[in-house]
Structures are given as C-alpha cells and as structure tokens.
C-alpha cells in the first residue's frame, strides 16, 4: 500500500472513532478534538479523483481543508499539480499539516478565512473545489478574475447554496452526480 493510502485510511479510522467520540491510538498526542471531520464520502472521492485525472489541473484549490482527507484524494490524482487548500479552524489545520508531513506529500494549507484568502488571490487556477460554508456563489465570483479558460469546479452539498446551483445552471453545462456538482468555467457558454 503507498504511504498516501494507508494515511487515508488512517483519517477513514480517525473519522470513525470521533463519531463514537475516542482518539484513536494514531492521533495521540495531536491536537484535535472530537468534533466531527466532515470528510468526503469515499464514493464521492472516488469520483473526485475520476473528474481531477481527467482534467489534468496545473494548480488546484480546495476552499475546506478540515483533516486533509479530500486534498489527499486530490494529490492521489494528481502527483504534479500544485494543491492549496484553504482551513480557519486552528486545530483541522494542524491535523491537515500532521497528515500532509506523514503521506510526505506537498499540499499549502493556509490558514484563514475563506473569503479573505480570496480577497487576495492572485494566482491562476485550473481546478477549485469547493467543500466548506455554502458561499458558494460568493466565492466563485472572487475567483473568476483567476479562473483559467475551461477551469473546472467541483462542489459538494450544492443543495445548501440555492444561489450557486441556480445561477450555473442557467450559465454553465452542469452535471450533478452523487451529491457532487461540477462544472467546466466556459465564458464562451
Ligand atoms: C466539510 S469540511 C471539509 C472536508 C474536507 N474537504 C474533506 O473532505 O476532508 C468543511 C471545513 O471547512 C472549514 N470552513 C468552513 N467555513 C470556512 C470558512 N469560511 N473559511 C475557512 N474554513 C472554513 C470548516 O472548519 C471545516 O473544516
């Protein structure tokens, strides 16, 4: 087994134990608490990966860090891209960064707020996924200035944020499958 999966399956066992509320013997020592991970469903990280490869991104940003599961989904797909993610809560960032070092893969955590992070971003970006409070359409117009043509972006709980499913779906070529919704930044469409 690679040293990236047998990390996410150690965050899989972490999620597992904080639901019946125990540290497990892995994550003694580390500052975490026993709120919830929120993690991606493996179904939907599975897909994840499908949609990353296919697309080939340069330079992927996640908005939702939480324990690192999905970025580290993110890496498995791509071993080249460069990956940011961004995380407000201290103790998820530490425990990202935690499992980052020990899967020794390259992914920048910042530490902010969501809408801060992209008051300030500048860099062109191939692929976004967005997974953390449901400002989605907020947050997808602050990144539009960086969003490289045919950008894609993947969102979860999209049915919480009425306001981006509306808008993409009278703009954009969408597809919704298991949850996920996902779409190519087309300005052409
Ligand atoms: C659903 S979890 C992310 C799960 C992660 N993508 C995964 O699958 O492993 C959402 C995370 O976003 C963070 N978050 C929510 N709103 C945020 C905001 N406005 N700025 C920064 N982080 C935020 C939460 O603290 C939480 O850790």
């Not at 539009?144 to 950008?151: E, Q, S, V």
Request: proline residues 3%.
């Amino acid at each position: 087994m690679e040293l990236i999966d047998s990390v996410i399956k150690e965050i899989e066992e972490l999620d597992d134990a904080l639901q019946k509320k125990y540290i497990p013997k892995s994550h003694y020592g580390i500052k975490t608490n026993l709120k919830p991970l929120w993690k991606l469903s493996k179904e939907k990280s599975n897909l994840l990966i499908k949609l990353t490869k296919q697309h080939n991104p340069k330079t992927i940003l996640e908005l939702g860090t939480s324990s690192g599961y999905s970025a580290l989904n993110l890496r498995k797909a791509s071993k080249t891209a460069k990956i940011y993610s961004i995380e407000f809560d201290e103790k998820k960032v530490e425990l990202a960064k935690h499992h980052f070092n020990k899967a020794k893969v390259n992914i920048v955590v910042i530490q902010a707020r969501v809408n801060n992070a992209l008051n300030q971003w500048q860099e062109p970006l191939d692929l976004v996924f967005m997974d953390c409070d449901k400002n989605y359409l907020h947050y997808f117009n602050q990144l539009k200035p960086c969003l490289n043509p045919k950008a894609l972006i993947i969102v979860d709980n999209y049915e919480k944020s009425n306001d981006i499913t509306k808008m993409v779906k009278e703009e954009f070529n969408v597809r919704e499958e298991i949850g996920l919704l996902f779409f190519h930044y087309d300005i052409a469409s």
